[in-house]
């Protein structure tokens, strides 16, 4: 769910065209398959101990620092192709001999990168997987022509001076043909008959033909081939003889080139180790290069990684709608979450005022952070995140009987049951799938739950239109409340994309429901409604404990306690809980 609801590798495409907008479509600079695929693996497995992300931010770091060794780098790395791939299909001999030059080119490569390295006074361990494969790149040079074809029919594919029994039965077939043409000269000059052609088709082998005008000349060792109209066709013992020969001589070169073709995937497979830890070493230094690439030219960050729970970010960035913006500026946020003050940030915020963006950038940022690389922001630090949930968006499976509102509940239960202190949750507009009361309460309690419980009291983000629900904070100590502002202008709405404390009075669903296209009368009368709601006292904003009977929700609260499945911890929080509300 969250690599989906996170666009990490893909992102939401409705217009049926090639999916863009995605973290790795943004950050993916990598030159090589091999360095691609090993992002992608990053991504997918990010890194939980320190040391190991240290590490590669020291890696990447480096070359933000370096950048004309980097550049040299990356240039070098676009004449390598993928060593990995091609390694695997020579191993398992189904390469064609194409693929064999085309690893021998790739290797090729390797001197120039180490030399870049070295001039640069690179980390040895940049260097010390790139062993020397000059030996296996002269080997193959000899072996294999520069551009084989891929059929051994054509022959061709081993080098001459490669096999010497190979280039006899070359000599034979390059020699046969010097016969063919003296052999007819010889047989015109003994008959007299200056049209006698000696030729050869795959069906008849080798013939000589003579025009029946020309049959009283033919000699007695001729023996009958082939009757035509016109003519006749036949062939002498020394002919036959030659025939044999070079028919002999292809078969053999066939089965020499294959047999040798062979040789050289073996030999190639018996360094499959030194090839692969190049390939790997390849593969690193593309990711490392890529991600300094991309500090450079988006203006990343290096974060500070801890053990500590404080995940406090500066003034941060979402990765990929900054690079969508043409031009315009990208308002950025800070974000702090720690198990102190802040756990649950409780975001309320106007329709499109950008929630869903700030959010998810903050997983995004954690996500980039944990690994190894550079982050969109001014200065970021991150508690290690064992795990990131989302509960976002509406999504049904109908083939399975799931409603929209089941999903979101099967998502939220995942989440509860699975979810630790060291974990980052984002949870966008739980409960709107049900009737207002039921989903004012799921949403209430979910807060309470995660803030209470303490094996389950991860760092939360919760958005929600429920501005009901900010009362939270009034009771929960670790609740705080944010908004996203914005400014009213007359009848426009300007989205400010900023987030401050404090909760947000409207919704603005109306203007959105404008903007979206819908009918003027309906605008008008959805407005008329709204009117008519708020003057009858239906309030818009939230309710606090205060407004309500002070003994109905405290005799509530008390007789809704399971006693008998609380921890004492639980016990007193929940105590803690309730003296604070009464006090507010």
């Not at 390598?80 to 390469?95: F, S």
């Not at 000699?219 to 028919?247: C, G, M, S, W």
């Not at 913006?325 to 990208?330: D, T, V």
Request: net charge positive.
């Amino acid at each position: 769910n969250a690599l989906r609801n996170l666009e990490v590798f893909q992102s939401w495409d409705f217009t049926g065209g090639a999916p863009t907008g995605s973290l790795i479509n943004t950050i993916d600079l990598t030159l090589t398959p091999m360095g691609g695929r090993l992002l992608r693996k990053w991504l997918r497995y990010p890194l939980l101990d320190v040391t190991e992300i240290r590490a590669r931010q020291d890696a990447v770091e480096w070359f933000v620092k370096k950048p004309a060794p980097k550049e040299k780098l990356r240039e070098a790395l676009t004449s390598v192709l993928d060593l990995e791939r091609l390694l695997g299909r020579i191993r398992r001999k189904i390469a064609v001999p194409a693929e064999v030059v085309t690893l021998a080119q790739s290797l090729r490569a390797l001197p120039d990168i180490r030399a870049t390295l070295e001039k640069a006074k690179a980390p040895t361990h940049f260097i010390a997987p790139l062993e020397q494969c000059a030996d296996l790149v002269e080997y193959v040079g000899r072996a294999i022509t520069e551009r084989p074809p891929s059929d051994f029919e054509r022959g061709n594919i081993i080098r001459p001076g490669f096999a010497n029994e190979l280039d006899e039965l070359r000599d034979v077939l390059n020699g046969g043909r010097d016969f063919l043409s003296k052999f007819e000269a010889r047989q015109r000059s003994r008959t007299g008959i200056k049209s006698l052609k000696v030729s050869y088709n795959k069906v008849f082998g080798y013939y000589i033909e003579v025009t029946k005008a020309n049959l009283h000349l033919v000699p007695k060792d001729f023996i009958r081939k082939q009757t035509l109209v016109n003519a006749e066709r036949y062939f002498t013992i020394e002919l036959k003889e030659h025939e044999a020969l070079i028919a002999n001589a292809k078969e053999r070169i066939l089965e020499l080139e294959v047999n040798l073709y062979r040789q050289v995937c073996d030999e190639l497979s018996r360094h499959y180790d030194r090839i692969s830890k190049v390939a790997a070493g390849i593969a690193q230094l593309d990711v490392f290069t890529a991600l300094a690439e991309g500090a450079t030219r988006f203006n990343y960050v290096r974060p500070i990684l801890t053990e500590s729970d404080e995940l406090n970010i500066q003034q941060g960035r979402h990765p990929m709608i900054e690079q969508r913006l043409e031009g315009r500026p990208f308002v950025a946020n800070d974000t702090h979450l720690d198990h102190h003050e802040t756990q649950i940030m409780l975001l309320t915020a106007p329709n499109m005022a950008g929630k869903s963006v700030y959010l998810r950038q903050v997983a995004l940022i954690v996500m980039l952070a944990q690994i190894g690389s550079f982050v969109p922001a001014e200065a970021a630090t991150i508690g290690i995140i064992d795990r990131i949930f989302t509960r976002v968006g509406l999504t049904d499976f109908t083939l399975q009987g799931h409603s929209s509102f089941m999903v979101e509940m099967i998502e939220a239960a995942a989440i509860l049951h699975n979810a630790t202190p060291k974990s980052l949750i984002l949870l966008d507009e739980v409960g709107r799938g049900t009737a207002t009361v039921d989903g004012l309460s799921i949403a209430r309690s979910i807060v309470e739950y995660l803030h209470n419980h303490p094996k389950v009291a991860a760092k939360t983000m919760f958005a929600t239109h429920y501005h009901e629900l900010t009362d939270c904070a009034a009771y929960l100590p670790r609740v705080q409340n944010f908004h996203l502002a914005v400014k009213e202008i007359g009848s426009r709405v300007e989205y400010l994309h900023r987030v401050a404390p404090g909760r947000a009075e409207k919704s603005f669903g109306i203007h959105v429901a404008e903007i979206a296209g819908l009918p003027k009368p309906v605008i008008r009368r959805a407005r008329a409604l709204l009117h008519e709601h708020e003057a009858n006292g239906h309030r818009t904003t939230p309710i606090t404990a205060q407004q309500t009977k002070p003994l109905d929700w405290l005799r509530e609260a008390i007789q809704t306690l399971d006693l008998n499945s609380m921890s004492p911890v639980e016990a007193l929080t929940k105590l803690f809980e309730l003296q604070t509300k009464l006090k507010s």
